[in-house]
């Protein structure tokens, strides 16, 4: 079997929905391969286990993102080539990747949060 467009399965699913990753982009390139390493990061627990040795001096009431996920944020950031502590915040609030269409494209879709047609961001901000 030489299907180079095989997809990559057994993702884990993100808010009740199957998460599906595809190589035939072509030329198109991505970070797509970050989804693999934190499945895997995900099922050997490291950011959990390096949580652990860790001591979290914060209130824990008033704690958004567990020492974990931020270790596991940490790692793929780092995995992605984005070693900059600071390239987080630009990709954050990255909110110009919304590309407004004027007119009928094709492949544009319609976007609620602003509120018109454009195409998608092939983009994942958490």
């Not at 110009?96 to 009928?104: I, K, L, R």
Request: with cysteine; hydrophobic share 40%; charged share 25%.
């Amino acid at each position: 079997m030489n299907d180079l467009a095989l997809p990559l399965s057994g993702l884990s699913s993100v808010g009740g929905k199957s998460v599906v990753a595809r190589f035939d982009g072509g030329m198109l390139s991505s970070n797509s391969g970050v989804l693999a390493l934190a499945e895997v990061e995900k099922r050997l627990r490291m950011a959990e286990r390096l949580a652990r040795c860790i001591d979290d001096p914060r209130c824990p009431d008033q704690v958004v993102h567990s020492l974990a996920d931020m270790i596991g944020f940490r790692m793929n950031m780092i995995a992605a080539g984005y070693e900059d502590g600071n390239d987080a915040n630009r990709l954050r609030r990255a909110l110009d990747t919304f590309d407004a269409v004027h007119g009928g494209q094709q492949l544009r879709l319609f976007n609620a949060h602003h509120d018109e047609y454009g195409f998608q961001p092939i983009v994942v901000f958490d």
